[in-house]
């Protein structure tokens, strides 16, 4: 079992970063895989980025290609997602999720556990 809580969501301008974390509680956290989501309202979650559990593989999804970076640090049981040049589009509820085969997938269905989320909002 793993407990996920996002931090680091906020009201930020077009352009500016944000860096949000995923704290993870629970055995064997550094064998799962994480990933980050989002979802806009009125729209499906969709996958961001993910990271294998040793870090050396990564996935974006196209639009943050070059903005968004995924990292972990297991001995602290957290991930990170430091999100630069913000865009209005980036606005959504972001979640942290963890699957246990290690893998830096982007299937959203091959995550077990899900955090809470944490607002994260791009004015124009």
């Known amino acids: 079992q793993v407990q996920l809580a996002e931090s680091g969501g906020g009201l930020v301008q077009t352009g500016g970063s944000l860096r949000l974390s995923c704290a993870a509680s629970?055995?064997?956290?550094?064998?799962?895989?994480l990933g980050w989501f989002r979802q806009a309202p009125g729209k499906e979650r969709e996958f961001v980025a993910s990271?294998?559990?040793?870090?050396?593989?990564?996935n974006y999804r196209d639009s943050v290609k070059g903005r968004f970076s995924i990292s972990r640090d297991n001995a602290k049981n957290t991930a990170f997602l430091q999100m630069n040049s913000l865009k209005p589009e980036d606005t959504a509820v972001y979640y942290c999720a963890a699957e246990p085969w290690g893998m830096a997938t982007m299937t959203k269905n091959e995550y077990d556990y899900w955090g809470q989320g944490t607002q994260v909002t791009v004015s124009s």
């Open positions: 990271i294998s559990w040793t870090g050396g593989s990564t």
């Open positions: 629970g055995r064997t956290f550094s064998r799962y895989g």
